[in-house]
């Protein structure tokens, strides 16, 4: 694999278990499913990563050099290749983690109500219905 630049400040990244790091400016590079693995570790369940774009000038990937987007996950701005990974800068992926109950992924019992409730409504429409 080609050596990562840091979108910052340009110099090498260095593996950091399933992260990548900039001794320079001590921001990370984490790849969305390691991201999204941290985060449910941390929440012990599932997560969804609610993104949301924001307007800032754009760094440039780590892997394709291509411009990040600019997005905020809570009330942290990280810059995001859809491909490749996110970068955060140093502290934010601690500040993320803090917010990690915010991302918990819909696991929806109203919707399971809602369900059982339409399928005794089909059943009593049956009955009556004829
Ligand atoms: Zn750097
Ligand atoms: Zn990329």
Redesign the pocket.
């Known amino acids: 694999m080609a050596e990562l630049g840091c979108p910052v400040c340009d110099s090498p990244l260095d593996e950091a278990g399933s992260t990548f790091r900039c001794v320079l400016c001590e921001g990370a590079w984490v790849r969305e499913e390691v991201l999204v693995a941290i985060l449910e570790q941390r929440a012990s369940t599932l997560v969804a990563l609610p993104w949301v774009a924001r307007q800032d000038k754009p760094r440039p990937?780590?892997?394709?050099?291509?411009d990040?987007q600019t997005v905020n996950l809570g009330s942290v701005a990280l810059d995001r290749?859809a491909?490749?990974?996110v970068w955060f800068d140093a502290n934010e992926m601690t500040e993320l983690l803090k917010q990690v109950k915010l991302f918990k992924a819909n696991t929806d019992p109203v919707s399971e109500h809602e369900a059982h409730r339409t399928g005794l409504l089909t059943r009593l429409a049956k009955l009556f219905g004829g």
Not at 61 to 66: G, R
């Open positions: 990937c780590a892997e394709c050099t291509a990040m290749c491909q490749h990974g």
